[in-house]
Nanobody, 123 residues
């Protein structure tokens, strides 16, 4: 069992930066691939970024490549999403999720989810 809690969301102006954190509990946290997803009002949840258990592999949605960076610190059971050059279209609730098999862009692959944190980018 893995419990996930996101933090770091808020209101930021376009062009600004935010860093999201996802704190995990459970001894097996380090064995999971981790992903960040987001969901804007009226839209489906979409993949943002993923990282393998040992940080050896990362994946990004085309819409955030070059602007967002995913990282993790297994000693702290925490995954991060550094977001830069934010745009109004990045406004959404951001969720972290854990996948026992690795990382994937499909939300159905993930076993555990956090409650989400709101990111609002004003233009």
């Amino acid at each position: 069992q893995v419990q996930l809690v996101e933090s770091g969301g808020g209101l930021v102006q376009a062009g600004g930066s935010l860093r999201l954190s996802c704190a995990g509990s459970g001894r097996t946290f380090s064995g999971y691939g981790m992903g960040w997803f987001r969901q804007a009002p009226g839209k489906e949840r979409e993949f943002v970024a993923g990282i393998s258990w040992n940080s050896g592999s990362t994946s990004y949605a085309d819409s955030v490549k070059g602007r967002f960076t995913i990282s993790r610190d297994n000693a702290k059971n925490t995954v991060y999403l550094q977001m830069m050059s934010l745009k109004s279209e990045d406004t959404a609730v951001y969720y972290c999720a854990a996948d026992r098999w690795g990382i994937a862009a499909k939300s159905g692959r993930y076993d555990y989810w956090g409650q989400g944190t709101q990111v609002t980018v004003s233009s």
